[in-house]
C-alpha cells in the first residue's frame, strides 16, 4: 500500500496558488535585500560621519593631585602632578594627540605649562631609586619614588585608552600671566606657601590636536604646609 501512496501522482496545483507562493518569495527576497542595502547604507553613513567629525576624546574629571618636591635647597621646585585619564571613542582610524596642557594653583592666577609624564610609586623602599629604568630620572622622596620622562608624545589611539601622569612645575621660569604673581612662585618654598593661602582651586586645560579644548577642575583640601616641608610630598583629593 505505501508503493501506491509513493507511485500516486501529485496533485496540480492550481494557477492561483502558484502565482501567490510566487508573489511571497519575491517579496521576502526583496525584503532581504532591502535590509541588507540599509545596513550597509548606514555603515556607510557613520564611517562618513566619523570621517568628518574626526576623533572625539572623552577626559575624565581628575580624582587626585599629587605634590612634591624636585631638587634641594634654594634650586628646589614645586611639581604638581596629575593622571590624565583619555578614552578615544572613535574607530581606530581616528587618533589625536595632546598638543598642550597647563594648569593654574589659584582660581583666577597664572597657569604653568606642562614639562613630562611622571608615574607616582608610593613606597618605602630605600633603594628604589636605584632601581630606575633606563632613560627614566627618578626623584626619591619620604614613601614616594617619582619616576619621570620627559619629551614623551601623549597620543590617543581611536579606540583606545591612556591614562597618562603629566607633571607642571610650579615656578616663576614656567609661569604664564602677571608678572608680579608669576614672580611669587621663585621655589617649593614660596610655591606651596601661596597656594596654601586657601583651599586648593586647581584648573588644568587640555588642547588635542583635532578635539579641541577641555578644562578640568580639582578642588580640594588646603595645603598642610608643615607636613609637605618636612616630607617633600602630599596628594590633594578632588572634591
Known sequence: MSENVATEPAEDVPAEVQLEDKRKAWNRRVSVDAATFFLAFTLAMVSAFDTVRGPVVVVQPPQQLVLYRDGEGDNAVLIV?????????????????????????LKGGPSFGFAATVKPVFTDDESAASKCDLGARCVPLDGLLVIEREDEIIDIPGGTVRGPYLAYPVADWNCTGDAKVCGEFLDFNSAVAKIAQSSSD????????SDGERSLNCKGRAIDLAYITSRGWMTVNCD
Open 81 to 105: 602632578a596629575m593622571r590624565l585619564a583619555m578614552i578615544n571613542a572613535t574607530s581606530a582610524n581616528h587618533g589625536d594627540v595632546v598638543m598642550n596642557a597647563s594648569i593654574s594653583p
Open 202 to 209: 586647581f584648573t588644568v586645560k587640555v588642547t588635542f590636536y
